[in-house]
């Protein structure tokens, strides 16, 4: 698997900048020809691994949250969502549907959300450090027009 294009960002961990992420991978994207569904899916996706990093990662703080991402030769978007805030102390917890160390009114359904909408997520994370999410996913609209 070759990388075609690749693209860093990093932002302040601030509400509007969700935002901001959600448009800026939408126009990376955008070479594959991806359906609006398939848009919608990394943006949702893209949505929740920011959200996470923004509320969680730096609860008290305003830290950096980092994106890289790349198209491969064989159409596959890997987008990596990293902070260096505090960390998720169990990762297989955290994943569980409704799980939310949030004392506010969230509802735990971040990772449920990126699944739904990614072929692959992976999450590494480390007390202190910082938590890395990667997405993948397969832009099927590419094929369809190589046809």
Avoid: C, W
């Avoid at 070759?2 to 693209?7: E, P, Q």
């Avoid at 601030?14 to 609006?36: D, K």
């Avoid at 691994?49 to 790349?70: E, F, L, R, S």
């Amino acid at each position: 698997m070759n990388v075609r294009n690749h693209m860093k960002l990093s932002f302040d961990s601030i509400s509007p900048n969700e935002g901001f992420s959600r448009a800026a991978i939408s126009a990376f994207i955008l070479p594959l020809n991806p359906t609006v569904a398939e848009v919608a899916d990394v943006k949702t996706a893209v949505s929740e691994a920011v959200t996470n990093a923004i509320v969680h990662a730096y609860p008290d703080t305003v830290g950096t949250v980092y994106i890289d991402a790349k198209i491969t030769d064989d159409n596959r978007a890997i987008i990596k969502i990293r902070d260096t805030g505090v960390g998720i102390e169990d990762v297989k917890q955290a994943m569980e549907p409704l799980f939310t160390t949030s004392s506010d009114e969230r509802a735990g359904l971040g990772f449920a959300v990126m699944q739904s909408f990614s072929d692959r997520v992976r999450v590494r994370s480390t007390v202190g450090k910082g938590t890395t999410v990667t997405l993948e996913k397969i832009i099927h609209s590419a094929y369809d027009s190589e046809k």
